[in-house]
């Protein structure tokens, strides 16, 4: 018998049994998957919503410059870097200034030498409460003369010598004077202008930004008066316990520099917030950690919740950085801030 012919496309031959058997790769990498979907969803979601977190918390200090939330407050500058004061500190010549920070009485740093120029003078304060804006409780021959509760734009008078004259007029723009605090810090100042002025001038005794002003104390109804702008701080360093046996380059230093741009209250009233401006000045890497932040009132010490960023804080030399601190709002209208020695009085929380 002749078998019918195979169709086209098809194999003569019956395929290969193959028994039944559970089908194992895909159906167990699904069920893995189902299994564990929920978990991998939600770590990749709780990482985006940290990442976005700690994102809008550095970026905030850059966008609050702009605009104030909550109850603005007053900001004053008291002094610049170094310690405040203690019952320990040796006392000055001059009686320092005293203010009143809610209720607490805190001395300033007062100036003790000037250097302009290639000449150095010792610093006379004036008589506090004087008829005579220059009077001084003794005569002190090659003093200058501070006007004493000068401690923001620091106004000093120098006599009307040949050479003290010759000194002021030689003066250019950008030449630097320093000023040497009884804390041990040095000022740095340019100055900026140089000028004939009424000797009744007000804006001589100005405080309303940070400057040194030198005025010749000549008899006449115009003085000559130089201007010069806040530059920079030198910190104190302290004194090594054993003397060196070599005598070498000064050490590079950090030299901060400090600017709060903005003081309110924000959290209906309860959290004081302050953005600052830090500048590293020196020549070394400068590292900011919260025990160089500090704030006190009448009610007592006070308590940093956080900062953004994040401290600690290191910037590079020259580097400026905008920060903001969040502090728990002090039982006080007025409270003290200091950071890396700079110190604020925060009023009108009241």
Not at 99 to 106: A, E, L, N, P, R
Not at 162 to 181: F, K, T, V, Y
Not at 235 to 263: K, L, N
Not at 297 to 314: D, K, Y
């Amino acid at each position: 018998m002749t078998s019918a012919p195979t169709p086209p496309g098809q194999s003569s031959s019956p395929p290969p049994f193959v028994p039944p058997g559970p089908s194992r790769g895909p159906h167990l990498t699904r069920s893995w998957l189902s299994s564990r979907l929920p978990l991998l969803v939600g770590a990749v979601f709780g990482g985006v919503v940290i990442l976005v977190l700690i994102l809008m918390l550095a970026l905030r200090p850059l966008f609050l410059h702009d605009q104030t939330a909550g109850i603005p407050l007053v900001v004053t500058r008291l002094s610049g870097p170094g310690p405040l004061p203690s019952p320990l500190t040796p006392p000055t010549p001059s009686a320092p200034p005293v203010v009143d920070v809610g209720g607490t009485q805190i001395s300033l740093p007062v100036p003790q030498r000037l250097n302009a120029g290639s000449l150095s003078y010792p610093i006379q304060a004036t008589t506090p409460g004087a008829t005579d804006t220059w009077a001084t409780p003794e005569e002190r021959p090659g003093a200058a003369i501070w006007v004493h509760g000068t401690v923001i734009n620091y106004v000093l008078g120098l006599e009307p010598t040949a050479e003290n004259q010759e000194m002021l007029e030689g003066l250019q723009r950008g030449d630097p004077l320093l000023l040497d605090l009884s804390n041990g810090t040095r000022l740095t100042f340019r100055v900026r202008s140089s000028q004939e002025t009424s000797r009744d001038d007000p804006a001589i005794f100005a405080q309303a930004e940070p400057g040194l002003t030198l005025v010749l104390l000549s008899e006449g109804e115009q003085q000559r008066v130089v201007r010069a702008e806040f530059e920079a701080t030198t910190a104190p360093t302290p004194a090594p316990e054993e003397s060196p046996t070599e005598v070498g380059p000064v050490a590079p230093a950090a030299v901060p520099d400090v600017q709060i741009d903005q003081a309110f209250l924000g959290e209906n009233g309860e959290v004081l917030h302050i953005v600052a401006v830090i500048t590293n000045r020196g020549d070394e890497p400068l590292t900011v950690r919260e025990s160089d932040i500090e704030i006190s009132s009448s009610a007592g010490p006070g308590v940093l919740q956080t900062t953004a960023p994040l401290l600690p804080w290191t910037l590079s030399p020259g580097q400026t950085r905008d920060v903001e601190l969040q502090f728990t709002r002090p039982e006080a209208d007025t409270c003290v801030v200091t950071i890396l020695g700079y110190t604020f009085e925060i009023s009108g929380m009241n």
